[in-house]
């Protein structure tokens, strides 16, 4: 049962990056399917066990975040409970099910494999639309979805692809986990989006980063990537998205960032006025209203549209998250604490100009560095109080493992191998 729901849950998030493929009226069917499939199924293979996992602070935050954006809603609106709030709710739930059902290395390397071979969908399908819709766009995004979020997305998978790039030991999965570099950054160029190449420009720190102990076929083979990468780039990415990503710096020292800096003090003056509880979710633009008029939109960052609707305990709770997944991969080896941390990087730098707090990337990847975290720490736990049993051996050969012992010192060696795989 649980290898069904695991099963279940890879689909699912092989699913996020190209979900806009299959979303009719607002709703992405494959993902929304999958994801019903997983928890159910995770649900049964949680009774029949009769166990489940201890919880981190991850969730214990993620669950009083949830809680209180619901109390928030009962005092402002009652009568009205948007959408945003049952999807916080599925978020949670997708929280607990990667917890339960990918408590080992192996399948939180599985999960990101998942995400990665997704992103290569939706950027092969982006970079078939630029050719075909070439002369009617200006920027492109498969499946009619936001340009911004697409590239948020497709960027987020860059350090992932490098990293299984680095410790698949099959040939053939890490040329495919490598390859991605050149087509993902080629998609993210053809969205056009400023903020979408600032995050894919922290996400790729990490290829210099894991260069520390490389052999120079492995230096080689990084330079070259990262070569054909650019030269991809600059063969096919249109000359008007070219300028517009140009215009970055400009942006950011006028202080306008595509219009959105007077949507960040709006914000932050309506906070003033309601620090505590906030405004109740969905209702950023609502809030600031009153001092944009037409010009009023959705927040356009995270952290602002969190401060505002769900006011500074909710902020706190949402942050809190962060933190716990944070302080988590800081017992991670080396190479994998910094593949955690450049990946946590490109993920805050992602969310600041996108409404993205109730995205499903954010809290999968939450959820699976987590994973990867802990499944380190509790095999290591699990190797150091394991006691040596020996037996008594006859006068002149040497003590050996009692033989009641050796079903489980397989089950470490092979653990070993796949720490080091």
């Known amino acids: 049962m649980i290898k069904l729901a695991y099963g279940a849950l890879w689909v699912f998030v092989f ?7 299959t979303t009719s009226g607002g709703v992405a069917i494959v993902s929304r399917l999958t994801g019903m499939l997983a928890l159910g199924l ?6 029949i066990s009769g166990r489940v996992r201890r919880w981190h602070l991850l969730h214990t935050a993620a669950l009083l975040f949830v809680i209180w954006v619901g109390f928030g809603l009962f005092i402002a609106h009652p009568q009205d409970i948007p959408r945003k709030f049952y999807t916080f709710i599925q978020l949670f739930l997708m929280l607990w099910m990667i917890w ?16 990665v071979f997704g992103a290569y969908v939706a950027a092969l399908a982006t970079i078939v639309l630029s050719r075909r819709e070439a ?40 040329w495919v986990c490598r390859a991605y570099l050149p087509v993902g950054l080629l998609a993210i160029g053809l969205t056009g989006s400023r903020g979408g190449m ?32 650019g030269a991809l780039a600059v063969a096919y990415v249109p000359k008007t998205i070219v300028e517009r990503l140009s215009t970055t710096t400009t942006e950011v020292e006028d202080l306008s960032i595509g219009g959105r800096f007077k949507l960040w003090r709006a914000g932050m003056h309506v906070f003033a006025e309601r620090p505590v509880v906030g405004y109740g979710t969905s209702t950023f633009k609502q809030a600031i209203t009153p001092e944009l008029g037409g010009m009023a939109q959705v927040a356009h960052n995270s952290y602002v549209s969190v401060l505002v609707e ?3 305990v909710g902020f706190v709770l949402y942050a809190l998250m962060f933190i716990a997944v944070f302080v988590a991969v800081l ?22 100009p996108l409404t993205w707090e109730d995205h499903k990337p954010v809290w999968f990847i939450l959820a699976a560095l987590l994973g990867m975290a802990k499944a380190r720490v509790e095999w290591t736990s699990r190797a150091v109080r394991q006691p040596r049993v020996l037996r008594v051996a006859p006068m002149g050969e040497p003590p050996v493992p009692a033989r009641s012992f050796e079903p489980l010192a397989r089950r470490g060696r092979a653990a070993d191998r796949d720490l080091r795989g």
């Open 198 to 229: 600032l995050a894919s420009t922290v996400a790729l720190a990490f290829v210099p980063l894991s260069m520390t102990k490389l052999s120079a076929g492995r230096m080689v083979t990084a330079i070259a990537m990262l070569g054909i990468s």
């Open 15 to 21: 699913s996020l990056p190209w979900e806009a493929l």
């Open 100 to 115: 339960e059902l990918a408590p080992s290395r192996s399948r939180q390397r599985g999960l990101l494999t998942a995400y």
């Open 331 to 352: 017992d991670l080896p080396p190479f994998e604490r910094r593949f955690a941390l450049v990946l946590m990087a490109a993920l805050c730098v992602a969310m600041a």
């Open 42 to 47: 995770a649900l049964a293979a949680a009774l």
């Open 310 to 312: 769900e006011g500074l």
């Open 135 to 174: 002369g009617a766009l200006h920027r492109f995004a498969a499946g009619g979805g936001d340009p911004n979020d697409l590239a948020m997305t497709l960027g987020l998978a860059l350090p992932m692809a490098w990293y299984l790039g680095m410790t698949y030991r099959q040939p053939l999965l890490r």
